[in-house]
């Protein structure tokens, strides 16, 4: 779906024409289906990652290529039908005087007839938890409406991927379970590609694959459950592993006989049972 090959990307300005590195050497390629957590520390390039798999940059040198389509100037448009993306503030995606409105505007885009507009807000609005909203005002909205709003946007379009960068980042904790449990729901029913950008590290628990960047370098690309073996290099770039993978870890090290991976908290939770039990 997704591949990567030699990218290298950095921002110029009149100021600075040849500005330093923001990615280098990207090797990356993203299956269909897959859902992927791209986590590092604040200026690692995963934002400007998540802007060049959408299309929104093109790349300095190497290329992308997009579900067999290699990303250019000539099919940037098609590009960003194909991937959604969610941005960090969701004030930046809605434009327009009601949630409905607000949906339909990137399906006039489309030039799609009224009647599967309509079919599709009622869809999105029910996948997100927002029925019945049509004609409220956005401002109105709580924060973790008007980022389910977003996600409605993007869904209505249909994309092949969809690029959540820093979503939950300004929402409290009921609003990042909800657009969370959205995300694990669009992996589950929909197979749709997800694609997650973050730097805290309890978002990862959804993810079956995990990308460390730092320096614009991918500096790790691991399966989620092999985490525990490489909390070193996570460390090394300030990030702290999920409670519940600090806790495995520390149980380890006292000499409890769990597996040598494991997958997510309820799994965790089984195996520490299941010793208990025996005791």
């Not at 300005?13 to 990207?26: F, K, M, R, T, V």
């Not at 694990?184 to 590290?201: E, N, V, W």
């Not at 459950?225 to 702290?240: A, C, H, I, M, T």
């Amino acid at each position: 779906m997704i591949r990567c090959e030699n990218v290298w990307y950095r921002y110029s300005s009149a100021e600075e024409p040849e500005g330093e590195w923001a990615l280098q050497d990207i090797q990356l390629t993203i299956q269909a289906g897959e859902y992927v957590c791209i986590v590092g520390p604040n200026g690692s390039g995963k934002s400007t990652l998540a802007k060049l798999l959408k299309g929104l940059l093109l790349p300095s040198k190497g290329s992308i290529v997009i579900d067999n389509d290699l990303l250019c100037e000539e099919n940037q448009w098609q590009i960003r039908q194909k991937v959604g993306y969610v941005f960090q503030n969701p004030d930046h995606q809605i434009v327009a005087s009601t949630v409905q409105d607000d949906i339909a505007f990137g399906l006039e885009n489309l030039g799609l007839p009224v009647s599967e507009m309509k079919k599709r807000i009622e869809q999105v609005l029910d996948e997100v938890g927002l029925s019945g909203l049509h004609e409220k005002e956005p401002h109105f909205l709580s924060g973790g409406q008007k980022q389910r709003l977003a996600i409605a946007g993007v869904l209505a379009m249909q994309p092949d991927i969809i690029i959540f960068d820093e979503a939950t980042s300004m929402l409290d904790p009921q609003g990042t379970k909800a657009v969370l449990s959205i995300m694990k729901k669009l992996h589950q029913q929909r197979r749709t590609t997800i694609i997650t950008i973050t730097h805290r590290m309890e978002e990862i628990d959804q993810a079956s694959r995990i990308i460390l960047m730092a320096e614009g370098r991918i500096q790790l690309d691991i399966a989620k459950k092999e985490l525990p073996n490489y909390v070193p290099q996570f460390e090394q770039w300030g990030l702290e592993l999920p409670v519940y993978l600090q806790l495995f870890r520390q149980l380890q090290k006292d000499g409890w006989p769990l597996k040598s991976e494991i997958s997510d908290q309820k799994e965790l939770v089984g195996e520490i049972w299941t010793l208990l039990s025996r005791d």
